[in-house]
């Protein structure tokens, strides 16, 4: 039986309240940042069988519950009166958000990650909403155009870089969670999330399936990221050399560029063993066999 917290309750749903009012749909978290009401079909015969997403009328199907009208989100608060945070969903109108992740795993730099990230592409993350995690990482919030669907991912960016995008949602602000408090960053709470810049969404949108089943050959885009591997400084090389890896396996010249990468990674101080262990990580994390 969850421990019931009134207060933290009431101060999740006037949060979640005041979210809505600017158009997020929300719904009522846990303390364990897991949505707080259990799927109504936990007990169902066949599991495997189609996943219902609120067709069937009830509450429990974590972010398709996600709703900005106030009596229902107050209708989900009373159905789970243990809360203590509150989820607002991303891709969905009228800003179609966008959550990047900014985590603090042991031995990532995940900001430093995003800033070579924009240096390499051309973009500058605009002044917008950022949230401050208890761990002491990140939540950027960006929008996107309601033609781009962009999907969740860990990791594909960069090691410490999360992405929510269709289908997930962000903690709120004023969430309480095991580990603490949400906080909105000072400066920050009055902003608008603000437009994904291009070169960004580009990274973020999903690959164009090959057109045909020959690998292309690795080319331009392949030296480019052999030396975007080989300008890495200490404290960068497994963040790059991951980060490449997987670019080149998202475009189909992972195995080509497996070696290169490699050479490229040992010329910056990686051992072989190090170099091959997280060009590997790049293939399963991008749903390739290394």
């Known amino acids: ?52 997403h609120g067709a069937c009328g009830r509450f429990g199907h974590g972010v398709y519950d996600a709703s900005s009208d106030p009596t229902r989100i107050r209708e989900l608060f009373a159905a789970a009166p243990w809360a203590t945070g509150y989820g607002i969903a991303c891709g969905l109108p009228p800003y179609h958000l966008i959550g990047v992740d900014l985590d603090t795993k042991s031995g990532t730099n995940s900001s430093t990650a995003l800033r070579e990230l924009a240096l390499r592409h051309l973009f500058t993350i605009p002044e917008t909403v950022v949230v401050r995690t208890p761990s002491g990482g990140r939540h950027l919030w960006l929008t996107g155009p309601p033609d781009v669907v962009v999907p969740n991912s860990a990791g594909r960016l960069a090691p410490g870089i999360d992405i929510r995008g269709a289908g997930g949602y962000l903690v709120g602000p004023g969430s309480r969670t095991d580990h603490g408090v949400y906080t909105t960053a000072p400066g920050t709470a009055h902003l608008a999330p603000a437009p994904c810049p291009p070169s960004l969404l580009r ?38 050399l991951f980060w490449a890896a997987c670019r080149a396996y998202e475009n189909g010249i992972g195995p080509a560029l497996a070696d290169p990468l490699t050479e490229a990674a040992l010329n910056t101080g990686l051992t072989e063993h190090e170099a091959r262990a997280t060009i590997a990580s790049a293939a399963r994390m991008t749903g390739h066999r290394p």
């Open 203 to 240: 990274l973020l949108a999903p690959p164009p399936r090959p057109a045909h089943a020959a690998p292309p050959a690795p080319g331009d885009h392949g030296r480019g990221l052999v030396q975007f591997v080989l300008s890495a400084h200490e404290g960068q090389r497994n963040t790059r």
């Open 1 to 52: 039986m969850a421990t019931i917290d009134r207060q933290a309750t009431t101060l999740a749903l006037a949060h979640a309240l005041s979210a809505a009012e600017r158009g997020l749909a929300v719904i009522p978290l846990s303390r364990t940042k897991l949505p707080a009401l259990r799927s109504p079909h936990h007990d169902d015969p066949d599991p495997a069988g189609p996943r219902c």
